[in-house]
């Protein structure tokens, strides 16, 4: 009124107002805050009556003799009573309790059609009761399409071997599974007995750490890259250098032999896969088409006979013959720096710091994620005839995978040697043995640990703590 009587208006801090209206609020609130509403007669009526026909619907309006029957606890006179299932309101006539009374018996529900989705909350209404009901409760429980995973026995570590000087960055098994080697920052391979543990031979020719190795299947060679841009095969029978394979810019990051043919695949940090061959030591063909490093490699006899993993993020499968790219995976967002091929499936798994992912081939479709992550980036990886995948990391985490459902039944974590900084603790290269009962890793704090199946375990013992996913990805 005093605004429009064109008087001032007194000035009122924000305080002053918000009080104000926190005190008007209250006025209009609080005497009927803490009452409840009076009950409503009409709508308790109606309630009850819902409820009475949802519950008792269908045997609310029993005849007499049936009623008292059932009530009393004893036994009808013999009839000939037709027990159908029919709706509620049956005649007056058929209620009189005669001798060929037509009863209308307790509904049953129906069973779930084939056809029913699961998910889909449809209702379906029932005869005889006014009520609807959610097909969700009548429903069989259809189980999980995802695989269940088999039981692997835990694995536990049974040995450390120390004797390099440096990281232990590569390992490669011997064929005939009686000895492994190791490459080392020390710029040493060195040859250690599989069953004892103790060192056979060191030799030593590189100048920089030694990131790749390989025994050949068909010959007495070995193979070697390193820093130091140096490809070696060395003569086990005279334990020297016999040919040196002179092409690449940079640092070599990993090696591996085709299984058929006799040609060396080597990849490294001037982002080409260069092929070899073995005898003439002739660059046969460089791979170009990645963007960053090539850092792991892995050849199989047939089409796509080389796939590459690298720092760009992709993973490619190349035609040999032709020296092309066949596909390029890129479902990955960090670098691929591991990947293993499965010895006995056509499918292979590949290791990044967002996930491991599962592919087949040759097409090289992505058939699923591992079901956990390990949060870290992974330097390494392997798997096992029985479906047993191996993941080493950059925190010293090494986890045991069920390959065919992705299941992630073991998490280890390495311990350091006694005078190195916990930050060592890291998994740089780790293989299975030629049976695949004994996993070999090579670590961080110069050591190498042997790690085998705990005997001991049993199902009971060591339970699968699996549940399924509940929704399946498809990237």
Known sequence: MAAAEGLPVEPQSLKKLSLKSLKRSRDL????????????????????????????????????????????GT???????????????????????????????????????????????????????????????????????????????????????????????????????????TGSADR????????????????????????????????????????????????????????????????????????????LLTGGRDSVCRVWDIRTKAHVSALTGHDNTVCSVFARPTDPQVVTGSHDTTIKLWDLVAGRTMCTLTHHKKSVRAMAMHPKEKSFASASADNIKKFSLPKGEFLHNM????????????????????????????WFWDWKSGHNFQQEQTIVQPGSLESEACIYALSYDVSGSRLVTCEADKTIKMWKEDLTATPETHPINFKPPKDIRRY
């Open 75 to 181: 036994l009808a006179a013999p009839s000939n009573a037709l027990a159908l299932t029919g709706t509620q309101d049956t005649n007056d006539s058929h209620r009189e309790g005669t001798s060929n009374a037509i009863v209308p018996a307790p509904l049953m529900l129906p069973k779930a059609p084939e056809s029913t989705i699961p998910g889909k909350n449809t209702t379906l209404s029932i005869a005889g009761s006014s009520d609807r009901f959610s097909t969700s409760a009548l429903m069989e429980r259809i189980p999980s399409r995802w695989p269940r995973p088999a039981w692997h026995a835990p694995w536990k570590n049974y040995r450390v071997i120390s004797g390099h000087l440096g990281w232990v960055r590569s390992i490669a098994f011997d064929p005939g599974n009686e000895w492994f080697c």
């Open 371 to 398: 079901l956990s992550q390990q949060k870290t980036i992974i330097n390494a990886m392997a798997v096992n005839e029985d479906g047993v995948m191996a993941t080493g990391g950059d925190n010293g985490s090494l």
């Open 29 to 72: 609130f609080a005497p009927a805050h803490s009452l409840l509403f009076a009950p409503d007669a009409e709508s308790k009526r109606i309630r009850t009556g819902y409820k009475v026909r949802a519950e008792y619907g269908a045997v609310k309006d029993l005849p007499a003799e049936q009623g008292r029957g059932q009530g009393k």
């Open 188 to 263: 040493t391979i060195k040859i250690w007995d599989l069953a004892s543990g103790t060192l056979k031979l060191t030799l030593t020719g590189h100048i920089e750490q030694i990131r790749g190795l390989a025994v050949s299947q068909r010959h007495t060679y070995l193979f070697s890259a390193g820093d130091d841009k140096q490809v070696k095969c060395w003569d086990l029978e005279q334990n020297k250098v016999i040919r040196s394979y002179h092409g690449h810019l940079s640092g070599v990051y990993c090696l591996a032999l085709h299984p058929t043919i006799d040609i």
